[in-house]
Each structure stands twice: as structure tokens, then as C-alpha cells.
């Protein structure tokens, strides 16, 4: 069974900085970034896939940066120029690749940022 833990949560002011960082068991083929507000759903905010092509959520372009390290099956989260709308949980989620045996797509436990203003 992979496992997913995730670490790099916690309070900052607006305008700082944080990153997020999640290591699987195993060499996940895509990992991502989720959040939820309070009340809200949860949305996918930038995944990365094993070659390194990226993909973000609009609100956070060129702000976010996700990167990965293989060797260490650890995907990163580098959020600069916070604001209070990015107060969320984020979750990392790991899926393997389709021809991947078993198939997996989990979540990871979760990781709280709150941004003050």
C-alpha cells in the first residue's frame, strides 16, 4: 500500500512564503496539489506528472511553484506572495500510471495553511 505524508504547513502573514512537501512510498506517475476552504469544494491547484510537465489553477500562476524530485518520490509546493484567500487545507494526492500495477489514487492526510492579514 503506498503511503502519502505530507509536512510544511502553518500561519504566515500575507505577502510570505511556505512550502509544502509530500513523499509517497512509491514513484507516483502524477502528483498534485489540492485545497479546500471552508465551505467550500475541494479544487486541484497545480499537479506535475513524472517528466515534469506542470499544470496550475489560475489563482495561483506565478505564484505557486510545484516541482518534484523522483529520486525521493517527494513533490514540493512553493507558495510565495501568500494572501488570505490561499487559507485553505491542502492535500496531496498521488495516482499511479494507468498501466500501473496495482492502480493507485490516494490522498494524503493534509496539511493547513492559514495566511493572515
Known amino acids: 500500500q503506498v503511503q502519502l505524508v505530507e509536512s510544511g504547513g502553518g500561519l504566515v502573514q500575507a505577502g510570505g512564503s511556505l512550502r509544502l512537501s509530500c513523499a509517497a512510498s512509491a514513484r507516483p506517475y502524477t502528483m498534485g496539489w489540492y485545497r479546500q476552504a471552508p465551505g467550500k469544494q475541494r479544487e486541484l491547484i497545480a499537479n506535475i506528472i513524472i517528466g515534469g510537465i506542470t499544470n496550475y489553477e489560475d489563482s495561483v500562476t506565478g505564484r505557486f511553484t510545484i516541482s518534484r524530485d523522483n529520486a525521493k518520490n517527494t513533490v514540493y509546493l512553493q507558495m510565495n506572495s501568500l494572501k488570505p484567500e490561499d487559507t485553505a487545507a491542502y492535500y496531496c494526492?498521488?495516482?499511479?500510471?494507468?498501466?500501473?500495477?496495482?492502480?493507485?489514487?490516494?490522498w494524503g492526510q493534509g496539511t493547513q495553511v492559514t495566511v493572515s492579514s
Open positions: 494526492k498521488a495516482k499511479s500510471a494507468p498501466w500501473g500495477v496495482p492502480p493507485y489514487d490516494l
